[in-house]
């Protein structure tokens, strides 16, 4: 074999090596330093101003907003939010309205949960019609209902508790 080649293969193994320690290296930064919590400020669309044909566009309807008009309803009131009773953010509280809630310990969710036993995107509460349902993404280790565990999209009630590892979440009015 050549000096030219032995040297090359060298250099070549010298840097997979360092390219090793440093993926390492990112390994463990990211394992001390937990997830990176990003802003959900309004950012850009707080600064600029609207024109008025988009604000129009923009208006909800009644039937988005959960206005009503005519008799009175004898059902239950519709859901205002999401409490959470146990856990490392006991007392966040999560209002309601018609965009589904992500539950996981990704950045991205609407809820980020910091718990070994949460998955990335581990559940989501979304709206159908009038009622809440809870569906579980495939987590490694489940989502609850009371005791029961989520398997198919199930609809949540007042006052029932959603487990996922050490937090504990209740859906009130």
């Not at 030219?4 to 070549?12: F, V």
């Not at 589904?100 to 709206?127: A, E, M, N």
């Not at 489940?142 to 006052?159: A, C, I």
Request: aromatic residues 4%; positive net charge; charged residues 20%.
């Amino acid at each position: 074999m050549s000096q030219l080649s032995l040297t090359l293969l060298r250099t070549g193994f010298l840097v997979l090596l360092w390219a090793l320690v440093l993926a390492a290296i990112g390994v463990l930064r990211s394992d001390l330093y937990g997830t990176r919590v990003t802003s959900r400020g309004r950012g850009l669309t707080a600064r600029r101003r609207p024109d008025a044909r988009a604000e129009k566009l923009a208006a909800p309807s009644r039937a988005a907003t959960g206005v009503r008009t005519g008799a009175i309803s004898t059902r239950e009131a519709p859901a205002a939010h999401l409490a959470v009773i146990s856990g490392p953010l006991k007392g966040t509280i999560i209002p309601l309205g018609a965009a589904p809630i992500l539950i996981g310990r990704s950045p991205t969710c609407t809820l980020v949960i910091d718990d070994d036993y949460c998955s990335s995107k581990h559940c989501r509460v979304y709206p159908e019609g009038e009622a809440w349902f809870v569906e579980d993404l495939g987590s490694t280790n489940g989502t609850f209902l009371g005791n029961q565990k989520v398997e198919d999209p199930v609809e949540l009630r007042h006052g029932e508790r959603i487990r996922i590892g050490a937090t504990t979440l209740e859906l009130r009015a």
